[in-house]
């Protein structure tokens, strides 16, 4: 479909869903996992004030810089690694095509 972005999302079982996500919608990653059914939460209503839309990066999209708001949570979440980002505070855009993302752990 034109004006989408595809991506794929690695679920924490290990199954992998690929989603088509629309470009001209004003979404983010996480309100697509949403979308799709995902078993993501998105708590704070994509404001960066919680971590459960937490996600490992796991192909080299050029991404938009992490925000101090997005390092201040991750500071605080569990399981994070050097590739972890929030899918709130990842627009869809065009140059996330191919995006390959692992749903984090659930932190407790």
Do not use: W
């Not at 998105?42 to 999209?61: F, K, P, Q």
């Not at 065009?94 to 993302?101: A, F, N, S």
Request: proline share 6%; glycine share 10%; charged share 25%.
């Amino acid at each position: 479909m034109e004006n989408c972005v595809n991506i794929t999302v690695v679920d924490r079982e290990g199954g992998e869903h690929l989603l088509e996500g629309p470009l001209d919608m004003n979404m983010n990653l996480m309100e697509l996992c949403k979308a799709y059914e995902l078993p993501v939460q998105g708590t704070c209503g994509g404001m960066a004030l919680c971590s459960t839309c937490h996600v490992y990066v796991l192909s080299d999209n050029d991404l938009p810089t992490m925000g101090e708001d997005e390092e201040n949570m991750l500071d605080q979440a569990f399981f994070v690694k050097d590739n972890s980002r929030l899918g709130c505070q990842l627009p869809l855009r065009p140059d996330l095509e191919g995006l390959k993302v692992q749903l984090a752990p659930e932190g407790n």
